[in-house]
């Protein structure tokens, strides 16, 4: 049973990011003309950055952002961080389990504070942008950005150890038959 949850979280989680990496995000950027969203932008936007991207959205564009992209990316990071808190709990043990489970939550968590920032420019829109508004999304963005690619790293790094266990157990026993 818990085999089973594990591999419905993953999908589920895939299914949401796969929705958002090849529909939503694009569509969005498409009606910005081209520029790429915040949740795009690991290492951050500026002031200035912000306020293109919101009146090059437009009303139509902020409104889908906001209600469409963002309930998509307010279930995105609670399943992110579910899949790889339940990969680790699979992949690693001891410290290093309740450590790496932390940065699962830490990310899942920056990530919804980063949506929350986000929200708050689409509402303030264009002319409402402050630069503390828009440095308090970015701080968000960066921090989510970096958590995610250290869990991420983490992930390939116990996958690649489990599959090279599975080797060597696999070559030890075909050596000594």
Do not use: C, H
């Not at 090849?22 to 912000?50: H, I, T, V």
């Not at 958590?147 to 599975?166: D, E, F, P």
Request: glycine residues 10%; proline residues 2%.
């Amino acid at each position: 049973m818990k085999q089973i949850a594990f591999w419905l979280v993953l999908a589920a989680t895939f299914t949401v990011y796969l929705v958002m990496v090849l529909w939503s995000l694009p569509k969005l950027s498409e009606m910005a003309g081209g520029l790429a969203m915040f949740d795009m932008r690991p290492s951050g936007y500026s002031f200035e950055e912000a306020q293109a991207i919101m009146a090059a959205l437009g009303e139509g564009g902020r409104s889908f952002y906001l209600n469409t992209q963002q309930v998509l990316d307010t279930l995105y990071p609670l399943l992110m961080g579910l899949a790889l808190a339940l990969s680790f709990a699979r992949l690693f043990a001891g410290k290093w389990l309740g450590a790496l489970v932390a940065l699962a939550l830490a990310a899942s968590g920056f990530d919804l504070m980063e949506n929350r920032g986000v929200a708050d420019m689409l509402i303030a829109g264009p002319d409402g942008l402050s630069v503390a508004l828009v440095e308090a999304a970015n701080r968000w963005t960066v921090l989510k950005s970096g958590a995610v690619s250290i869990a991420m790293l983490a992930l390939v790094a116990g996958l690649l150890l489990a599959g090279w266990s599975r080797y060597k157990a696999k070559r030890r026993t075909l050596t000594y038959k």
